[in-house]
């Protein structure tokens, strides 16, 4: 927020320099990006009036003014800036003069006419871009006086940036309230804020229809404003220096109570309204046209102001363009309101605005402000634009208002969080000119807070605690290492993790940190039928959804990645995914996708195209490192965003760990990628346990070698004979008197099984396939012999037969 230093010490006035004053800022919380100069160096200008306007004779666009300067003659001056005025004042840069990013300013002559010097407007001066109309002055402002001292500019303009738990510093009261706080000072009131005297009983009845997201409305009408009167020039140089522009005298009033005290309001043309004003949310289709022109059509969960006949403004963000004041209104109808922050939080930003009202109300607006804020605006809007007020329409649901929060306080937690002891005369102090109200207790121990109804953020006995270390300054905290134990190990889940991120980095893939929040309509492409939860306040359109899956924020960045000429792609994140079934439940999870080809570029060979097999040989590494020497089963699976045929589920203990595949070629072609997209994901709540390091025993005996040729029909998994037969009991009779291995020794006699070949054609019959596996056999305590060996060659058919009506290939 910028704000003027000037009107800053018109509240409270600390005998510090600027410097120091941004210094406190800063540590009280609100740090001082910038300090800028008022405007820049203009001690050549002056004020000057203009004494008459006559048309240039040899031009239709030009005007020529005769101006007092001085006290001296009157000078001939050539305009063509519209509007002038005899009577009125304006900066005057006379010959000699240098105007900032101009050159010196000459005598010349404009189509015959002598001008000596120029008036001048806000964009020549650099202190706007308004460059239609020249800078008005106001007329006590006499000719002969310095620019510069006229607008005192001798002004700093502070810019703070502000977290936005502090909507309550959002205004130059707020700001003062601070800075009185850390000087000891009790901030002015230098505003006439009283109640307005009453002229007429015209007034508009106000509904509440929808009090959880407004339960306290205040309007009020004020008849036969002078709409033709400007700003005066303080109100307009205050607007300016906060980085508003000055539009009409009404919307300036408004704006400048908004920066005062922290309330927006907003204005309607009376005329323009159509019976009684109500609260509510928007219909469905419902439709407005707001004040920067644009239309949009209104989601149920909109809050609106709607009158008799339509919506007139989409409440705490903008009003509509058809109510809304102009150079023609005569009346007007105030708005003071507060709105609840969670009904307007994301609601600008959902239709791609942002204005000051809705990123303050968003962040919590003082609930009792509003009659306040509506009889300042009142008694300005009479001062500036006359005008005949009515009585106050204020409606209020009491029960929907925020509660007031009581927060208890420890001395002792103040010393065990902060590290030191801040006694308790000194703390009860601090929040006390912080505007908490101290609850008597009984117990000696602690204390009781009211906290004021400005002070969203404060919820917490760390809070209060927070609220006076940053008083009493993180400065005179004395720092101290806080007890630790030497000895610290990861939890095990975060280890997982690690280990899971560097097996992949060592397998050619890249991090990725993409949001949470995902578009919905690539979350519905991949996961048709699954809503997922909404955001009610999304960043963005295109960020609407939180993410069932990692593949959506992947992808994204796959394409971001080929848009700019990436031919091979690798990348992976770990972080977490959302679900909804009946509850709200959140899960680790590291997914990755793998585009290009499956190595990287060599200059002696082509690398072929990665495919299922590539990404599936990742995320064994990946498995092999994370859970031991426990190979997982993989399960053929039909799932939306993959290509049938070419997905799998890992499954450990019939539990679905996590997916393995091809992105369906459809999705491939909505996303418009040219290629094949693998993906896998794998949720780490669902792994087993890790199993620690082992030992096998290797045999010193030779293995025997057999190859097995079976005709299964088309349709069975391969998956699905490697476990027949490494389920099938291989067990030799052992000699009772043996130790040790010898006597321990079971079916262990099949030391590897591989896939060969997988043959279908001429001639193997139809629908049937040859699947020739190798199976090596070995023993730990002696040579297996041949009849050993055929043994368990037949068990092991046998088995197939009986399970898939295997026949041994001739």
């Known amino acids: 927020m910028k704000f003027s230093e000037q009107w800053l010490r018109e509240w409270v006035n600390p005998p510090v320099s600027t410097e120091t004053l941004a210094d406190q800022l800063t540590m009280l919380g609100m740090e001082v990006e910038e300090m800028a100069a008022a405007g820049p160096d203009l001690g050549d200008v002056v004020v000057a009036r203009v004494e008459a306007v006559t048309a240039h004779t040899d031009a239709d666009n030009l005007l020529v003014c005769t101006v007092k300067k001085d006290e001296g003659a009157p000078v001939t001056v050539v305009t063509g800036a519209p509007g002038v005025k005899p009577g009125c004042c304006y900066p005057y840069a006379g010959i000699g003069a240098r105007l900032p990013g101009s050159g010196v300013i000459e005598e010349m002559n404009i189509r015959g006419v002598t001008s000596m010097g120029m008036l001048c407007s806000a964009a020549e001066l650099q202190l706007s871009d308004d460059e239609d109309e020249l800078f008005l002055l106001d007329d006590d402002a006499g000719p002969g006086a310095a620019f510069a001292e006229a607008l005192r500019l001798d002004d700093r303009v502070i810019d703070i940036g502000l977290t936005p738990n502090r909507g309550d510093c959002l205004s130059i009261n707020g700001i003062a309230r601070e800075v009185a706080v850390i000087n000891r000072m009790q901030p002015g009131r230098p505003v006439d804020d009283s109640p307005a005297p009453v002229v007429h009983e015209r007034a508009r009845a106000v509904n509440l229809a929808a009090p ?314 991949l996961f ?95 498995l092999s490192t994370c859970c031991g020497p426990v190979a997982p089963e993989y399960r053929p699976v039909g799932v939306p965003a993959l290509h049938n045929g070419k997905a799998a589920e890992i499954i450990y203990d019939d539990r679905r760990v996590g997916l393995v595949g091809v992105l369906h070629p459809e999705i491939q072609a909505q996303l418009e990628i040219e290629a094949e997209v693998c993906l896998f994901e794998l949720y780490l709540d669902r792994m087993p346990e890790r199993y620690g390091p082992g030992y096998k025993v290797v045999s010193r005996f030779p293995v025997v070698k057999r190859d097995l040729s079976v005709l299964v029909d088309r349709d069975i998994p391969i998956a699905d004979l490697l476990n027949c037969i490494n389920s099938v009991n291989l067990t030799l009779d052992a000699d009772p008197a043996a130790q040790g291995a010898v006597a321990q020794e079971t079916a262990n006699f099949l030391a590897e099984l591989d896939l060969v070949d997988i043959y279908q054609g001429e001639p193997v019959p139809e629908g049937k396939k040859s699947v020739t596996l190798g199976l090596t056999f070995q023993r730990i305590s002696d040579t297996l012999i041949n009849q050993q060996v055929d043994s368990m060659m037949s068990r092991i058919l046998d088995s197939l037969y009986r399970e898939f009506n295997a026949q041994l290939r001739e």
């Open 528 to 622: 048709p039928g699954q809503a997922g939860i909404s955001l009610l306040n999304a960043i963005s359109a295109d960020m609407e959804r939180m993410r069932l899956s990692l593949w959506p924020g992947l992808l994204t960045a796959l394409r971001h990645n080929l848009n700019r000429r990436q031919a091979r792609v690798r990348l992976f994140e770990s972080g977490k995914v959302f679900g909804s079934n009946g509850d709200i439940r959140q899960s680790p999870a590291i997914g990755g996708l793998s585009y290009g080809a499956a190595e990287p570029e060599q200059w002696d060979r082509r690398s072929a195209a990665g495919d299922f097999y590539d990404i599936k040989s990742d995320v064994e590494a990946v």
């Open 212 to 525: 959880d997201g407004c339960p306290r409305y205040a309007g009020r009408i004020i008849n036969n404003i002078d709409m033709a009167r400007p700003s005066p020039l303080w109100l307009r140089e205050k607007l300016r220096r906060c980085g508003l522009r000055s539009l009409n005298p009404v919307v300036d009033i408004t704006n400048y109570v908004m920066l005062e005290l922290g309330q927006p309001m907003h204005a309607f043309d009376n005329d323009r309204l159509n019976g009684a004003i109500t609260v509510r949310y928007a219909g469905g289709g419902e439709e407005i046209t707001l004040l920067d022109g644009e239309s949009h059509t209104l989601p149920e969960s909109t809050l609106v102001i709607a009158d008799a006949d339509r919506a007139v403004a989409m409440a705490g963000v903008m009003g509509d363009l058809d109510s809304g004041v102009s150079a023609s209104t005569r009346h007007v109808f105030l708005e003071s309101a507060f709105f609840t922050p969670l009904v307007i939080a994301g609601r600008a930003r959902q239709f791609g605005l942002q204005t000051d009202a809705s990123h303050r109300f968003e962040r919590g607006v003082d609930f009792t402000l509003q009659r306040r804020a509506m009889e300042r605006a009142t008694r300005l809007i009479l001062e500036i634009c006359g005008g005949e007020p009515g009585p106050v329409t204020e409606t209020v649901e009491t029960q929907a208002l925020p509660e007031r929060r009581t927060v208890d306080l420890r001395p002792a937690a103040v010393e065990r969080l902060l590290g030191e002891p801040i006694d308790r005369k000194t703390s009860v102090g601090i929040l006390t000119r912080l505007g908490l109200e101290e609850v008597t207790r009984a117990e000696e121990d602690s204390c009781r807070f009211n906290v004021p109804p400005h002070r969203f953020d404060i919820t917490l006995e760390a809070d209060l605690i927070e609220e006076i270390a940053r008083v009493y300054g993180y400065r005179n905290i004395n720092s101290a290492l806080p007890p630790a134990r030497l000895a610290m190990r990861e939890p095990g889940s975060r280890e997982r993790m690690n280990l899971v991120r560097m097996a992949l980095v060592n397998r050619g893939y890249q991090e990725a940190i993409t949001y949470s929040f995902v578009s919905h309509d690539l979350q519905s492409r």
